[in-house]
T-cell receptor, first 111, second 115 residues
């Protein structure tokens, strides 16, 4: 069974701090995706990482895909209250037919 | 582009009644749609995959007779929760995938509350 473990599960920080969220698995994924979800809304795709060792930047967000394609991380620099939300990593299942999601990291950034 | 809508956005029903949730791809054709369920402060759990014109594929543990899925057109899939019970209260989210593209586009979700 493919599982994606995310840590930490909850994170509460002050505006301006940096943070890193981790997504780990014992399985190899052809790609991993990161989503952000706000309460009462559907998840919004932030990035897809495909190549082992790949690093992608999206403004203050930096995404990295592990060399073995089993893990990924999301680093936020100088967090802002607008970054508050549920961050989810997701990978395609073995059949390649659907996405499976990690349990998510709930981030709260206070001013 | 690539907008997915869901209707209704929230619904309250009595225990024992059935509720239908619609998922529409507004500006693209979706040969495959997915239905997810999300409990408070938890992640999305895949319930089923529906392909246009064929029967849905349900994930293990999801009752196909309770959660009826119909994908009758390339832009519409429906999820019917039959004989709903309070434990079915949840946030139901659909996503749609255009043919030949791996990206899924998610709807805004439907909040179901069964009293």
């Amino acid at each position: 069974t493919q599982l994606l473990e995310q840590s930490p599960q909850f994170l509460s920080i002050q505006e301006g701090e940096n943070l890193t969220v981790y997504c780990n698995s014992s399985s190899v994924f052809s790609s991993l995706q990161w989503y952000r979800q706000e309460p009462g809304e559907g998840p919004v795709l932030l990035v897809t990482v495909v190549t082992g060792g790949e690093v992608k930047k999206l403004k203050r967000l930096t995404f990295q895909f592990g060399d073995a394609r089993k893990d990924s991380s999301l680093h936020i620099t100088a967090a802002q209250p607008g970054d508050t939300g549920l961050y989810l990593c997701a990978g395609r299942n073995q059949a390649g037919t659907a996405l499976i999601f990690g349990k998510g990291t709930t981030l709260s950034v206070s001013s | 582009g690539a907008v997915v809508s869901q209707h209704p956005s929230r619904v309250i029903c009595k225990s024992g009644t059935s509720v239908k949730i619609e998922c529409r791809s507004l500006d693209f054709q979706a040969t495959t749609m997915f239905w997810y369920r999300q409990f408070p402060k938890q992640s999305l759990m895949l319930m089923a995959t529906s392909n246009e014109g064929s029967k849905a594929t349900y994930e293990q543990g999801v009752e196909k007779d309770k959660f009826l899925i119909n994908h009758a057109s390339l832009t519409l899939s429906t999820l019917t929760v039959t004989s709903a019970h309070p434990e079915d209260s949840s946030f139901y989210i659909c996503s749609a995938k255009p043919p030949g593209i791996e990206t899924q586009y998610f709807g805004p979700g439907t909040r179901l509350l069964v009293l």
